[in-house]
């Protein structure tokens, strides 16, 4: 069993006019529930719950209030690598993309690890462009003896990888997976992705259930917002969490919703998503999953990030650097995509107070293997 | 002659405890714990900054607060062992509660890796309050291993429902030879004092003060009734009838020189 099966029965669903005979009241139902069935995660995402958002939004901050208290955890995302071998029309490490491209030496990634210490960040998500050659296991297990000393937690957000290999780097103090999707609909995920390891829709699919039989702490998935319709997509990717963390009990399944931001390229969204859809498919996923893990990313504006807060986000990272080497020596190569936000940590921090929510900077601990 | 609760090596005049994890700053942290009387706090370790920079949880605690760390985010008993001697080696003292949920989900604790833990930590020395869902064999069985405390949930973690195992929760307070700490679930000064009144020896509620509109004010309440259950225990109510007692009696036929 595979999430691929249930997708399969999924992609025979008429998407567009399930959602458009939703009816007010099938909401209404929905909203009443202390726990929401498909259906009703469904009707919340369709266009008759547009007018429910202020309702919705309120129970979405009192459950999670209630199961995460005040407390926002923050991160910071760490590029190590852009080697990519990956064509991806709507990403700027894209091996099409021309630009001088450069892997941190082990050196450089201390420099980097102290450059946000310094801002008192203890989590920190390790990113790099596709590449198996440069990010190999081999190098990332390497980091991690410069990272445990330095950090909390440890992320990945790298290729994806085989059971065996996502174990190995459990073992060296990797505790979190991030992998998006991108777009669950498998007509566009060929369109979008033509060439390289990424066009294997299925192997990155089953990527989240492999760290979670790998033993990853947490583990987050996504679909990119803006490659296709956002309603669908976003319906897929709750019930890819709900299988996930039914399935994975001892894991912590967190969601995200990444928009599609400028990058380099010529590839333009296909479908425009409102801050309205946006802030409708997160507080629908809150509803429909009460626990798990929401992250907000500096994708998003400062004005935005302000607002969203309050409805159902868990965690967020802060004056993040979108580049290879950004932290220590900023501005000087290619960035994955544009930020919106770019506020301190300290600014962040002081935004958090004043909405009455206790930034939270550690919340693990490595505990590594013990001679 | 003044009721304390002996446990662990201490001496305690509140039978409330304090979860610390869900506050929105540590300034009204402080002002609840102060509020509450309670002179036992619990803190997760994985929020301590174990290196001892001390921007975190502890310098914000008042001075004469005895702490209980906690092994929350342990899914094996192998993680929570190792989380209770990171806290122990960065002089956190030797209470550990312990936590073992490997249940995502609802937050479930796993009695039988909690169990192990306990049997592991007593032997190192330290004072063990092991997490648990009601039942009561395992509960038992983690007193005989010596736990200084057993701490069953009255109600999944957060959710703020009340003494929904208080049946379960009765018999282990009638048959377990050690204190037994209701943890979870509690959302309203009355459920604590429900559980006090059950003869639980103290209660431990985080979320119901924490997102409380006025956390203090809540602290002061929760003190008054986790003391007035207390009172009432000790009072032994009268027992409970729904009818009134019959009139004419039914064995009053029955006469002394039968």
């Known amino acids: 069993m595979s999430f691929y099966h249930k997708y399969e029965k999924l992609k025979q669903i008429p998407f567009s006019a399930k959602f458009h005979e939703v009816t007010s009241m099938q909401v209404e139902s929905a909203l009443t529930k202390d726990m929401l069935t498909t259906a009703d995660y469904f009707a919340l995402l369709s266009p008759a719950a547009e007018s429910y958002l202020e309702d919705m939004a309120r129970l979405a901050h009192q459950k999670t209030v209630q199961h995460f208290g005040w407390t926002m955890q923050l991160f910071l995302p760490l590029y190590v690598s852009d080697y990519c071998v990956n064509t991806c029309k709507y990403c700027s490490f894209s091996v099409d993309n021309v630009f001088p491209r450069r892997r941190l030496t082990l050196s450089e990634v201390e420099k980097e690890a102290k450059a946000i210490t310094e801002m008192g960040i203890e989590h920190v998500l390790l990113l790099s462009g596709e590449s198996r050659i440069h990010s190999s296991i081999s190098y990332l297990k390497e980091i991690m003896t410069v990272l445990s000393k330095y950090f909390s937690s440890v992320g990945i957000e790298i290729q994806p990888l085989d059971t065996t290999e996502y174990e190995e780097l459990v073992e060296s103090g990797i505790d979190g997976l991030t992998v998006y999707q991108e777009v669950y609909d498998e007509e566009v995920y060929r369109e979008l992705h033509t060439k390289g390891p990424k066009r294997n829709y299925r192997y990155r699919l089953d990527t989240p259930e492999r760290g979670c039989k790998a033993g990853m702490r947490s583990v987050n998935i996504g679909a990119l917002l803006g490659l296709d319709d956002w309603r669908k997509e976003s319906f897929i990717a709750g019930l890819h969490a709900d299988y996930l963390q039914t399935k994975y009990l001892e894991t912590e399944i967190g969601v995200s919703f990444p928009r599609m931001r400028p990058h380099a390229g010529s590839y333009q969204p296909k479908t425009d998503v409102t801050d309205k859809n946006l802030v409708q498919a997160m507080l629908a996923l809150r509803l429909f999953i009460p626990r798990a893990g929401i992250t907000l990313s500096t994708r998003e504006s400062e004005f935005l990030r302000n607002q969203l807060i309050p409805l159902g986000v868990t965690k967020m990272s802060a004056a993040s650097s979108t580049e290879v080497g950004g932290y220590s020596e900023p501005d000087n190569t290619q960035s994955q995509f544009e930020i919106s936000d770019d506020r301190s940590v300290a600014a962040i921090r002081k935004l958090l107070y004043s909405k009455g929510y206790q930034p939270v900077m550690k919340d693990w601990q490595i505990i590594g293997a013990e001679d | ?258």
């Open chain 2, 1 to 258: 002659m003044e009721d304390v609760l002996q446990i662990g090596g201490r001496q305690l005049k509140s039978r409330l405890l304090l979860g610390t994890g869900k506050f929105a700053d540590h300034r009204q942290m402080k002002e609840a714990v102060e509020a509450s009387q309670s002179e036992i706090v619990t803190v997760a370790v994985r929020r301590v900054d174990l290196n001892g920079s001390g921007q975190y949880i502890l310098n914000d605690l008042p001075g004469d607060i005895a702490l209980m760390p906690n092994t929350s985010g342990a899914r094996t008993s192998e993680e929570a062992v190792r989380i209770a001697r990171l806290a122990k080696a960065a002089g956190m003292g030797n209470w550990i509660k312990v936590e073992v949920i490997s249940d995502q989900k609802y937050l479930l604790p796993d009695n039988s890796e909690t169990l192990k833990t306990v049997e592991q930590l007593v032997e190192e020395g330290f004072e063990v309050f092991p997490y648990m869902s009601p039942d009561l064999t395992a509960g038992k069985r983690m007193a005989e291993a010596g736990a200084a405390a057993v701490m069953p949930l009255g109600a999944p973690i957060g959710s703020n429902m009340g003494i929904r195992m208080k049946d379960l929760i009765k018999v282990m307070v009638e048959e377990i030879d050690a204190p037994i700490i209701v943890d979870a679930g509690i959302g309203k000064p009355s459920q604590a004092a429900e559980a006090m009144e059950m003869g639980a020896a103290a209660v431990l509620v985080n979320t119901a003060i924490a997102t409380a509109a006025d956390p203090v004010a809540m602290a002061r309440a929760f003190s008054h009734a986790v003391e007035a259950g207390r009172c009432a225990y000790l009072a032994e109510p009268g027992a409970q009838a729904l009818q009134a007692a019959a009139s004419s009696p039914l064995t009053g036929f029955l006469r002394e020189d039968d």
